[in-house]
């Protein structure tokens, strides 16, 4: 199963998280930047579910440490705060996609597999003879 984790200090959040994407993927979880680089160093997820407001730094920060130590990662913000100007910094650190919460389960899902989508093209090379 291809893993993903979700970071975010709301136990709710998570379990909530889990019970929607456990089925087709191998979820893990943290609730804190030294949690979520952890898990990122140990399963190398496809995809991470990571809230912008954690205790003791921000989901920015967390999302700039995920891109250097696992560039092809494709990480979805979720947010409470819907701004322009943190959907900009986000993407510009290199987010997938910013989803707001609450959020919608079909909407989240649909995004997740995109992200799964565009890891795999990215991090597979064409093979001799196939198209483009």
């Known amino acids: 199963m291809i893993p993903i984790l979700i970071v975010d200090d709301e136990l709710g959040v998570r379990e909530s ?10 979820v893990q979880e943290a609730d804190c930047m030294e949690g979520a680089v952890a898990k990122i160093l140990e399963t190398k997820p496809a995809v991470v579910l990571l809230d912008i407001l954690l205790p003791k730094t921000d989901g920015i920060e967390v999302l700039r440490q995920i891109k250097a130590m696992h560039s ?6 979720l947010t409470a705060l819907n701004t322009r100007e943190l959907a900009a910094k986000a993407l510009e650190y290199g987010a997938f996609d910013l989803v707001g919460k609450p959020f919608d389960v079909t ?3 649909g995004k997740v597999s ?17 198209a483009s």
């Open 72 to 77: 092809d990662c494709e990480v979805i913000m």
């Open 114 to 130: 995109k992200a799964v989508e565009k890891k795999s093209r990215t991090s597979h090379t064409a093979l001799p003879g196939s």
């Open 17 to 26: 998280l889990k019970v929607v994407f456990s089925k087709d993927y191998s």
């Open 107 to 109: 909407d989240l899902r």
